[in-house]
T-cell receptor, first 112, second 112 residues
């Protein structure tokens, strides 16, 4: 069983607030990813990292930012939340190419 | 870049029937094809994967077939059970690129 954790699981917050979504994995994986997903819909890659101090933007443009200061930790930040940011955010990690990505259970974010 | 199409978008079967979900990909360099199952409120979980050096792989009631010439791969679930009800995603990856491209998902409903 993969060990990747996301907190909080649910967050309802007002417009304009700064938000940080946490993602941690205990498998020592170098590669980590953030996806945005509307419920039951396709996954859109918004950020990824190949290792410490490496971050890249994904295929879907996002106003969020990420950091990778430690191997196990890959937080996502929204400086000023807006209703358009309402979605589910999934974090994943992998050992390498041709290896499966392991997903957390996601954070469901609602911006009022 | 890679594009993955997935069909059908919804699939309803009776318990005990078989279910087949099909995906096509565009980039002939893709060589890794995982399938994920996502239950309500959870992140996607890997159920089976296949690499381009094999044509078929089985795990109990689940099998995946790959046709590299036609650039398509399929998930087969036999003797379906109500607990198989979920959203299923296919994906394609290329060695060295570290990213997966996901299909749009299939909502499978198994009725008792």
């Amino acid at each position: 069983e993969a060990d990747i954790y996301q907190t909080p699981r649910y967050l309802v917050i007002g417009t304009g607030k700064k938000i940080t979504l946490e993602c941690s994995q205990t498998m020592g994986h170098d590669k980590m990813y953030w996806y945005q997903q509307d419920p039951g819909m396709e996954l859109h890659l918004i950020h990824y990292s190949y290792g410490v101090n490496s971050t890249e933007k994904g295929d879907l443009s996002s106003e969020s930012t990420v950091s990778r200061i430690r191997t196990e930790h890959f937080p996502l930040t929204l400086e000023s939340a807006r209703p358009s940011h309402t979605s589910q955010y999934l974090c994943a990690s992998t050992q390498g190419s041709n290896q499966p990505q392991h997903f957390g259970d996601g954070t469901r974010l609602s911006i009022l | 870049g890679e594009n993955v199409e997935q069909h059908p978008s919804t699939l309803s079967v009776q318990e005990g029937d078989s279910a087949v979900i099909k995906c096509t990909y565009s980039d002939s360099a893709s060589n890794y094809f995982p399938w994920y199952k996502q239950e309500l409120g959870k992140g996607p979980q890997l159920i089976i994967d296949i690499r381009s050096n094999v044509g078929e792989k089985k795990d109990q009631r689940i099998a995946v077939t790959l046709n590299k010439t036609a650039k398509h791969f399929s998930l087969h679930i036999t003797e379906t059970q109500p607990e198989d009800s979920a959203v299923y995603f296919c994906a394609a990856g290329i060695t060295g690129f570290q990213k997966l491209v996901f299909g749009t998902g299939t909502r499978l409903l198994v009725s008792p």
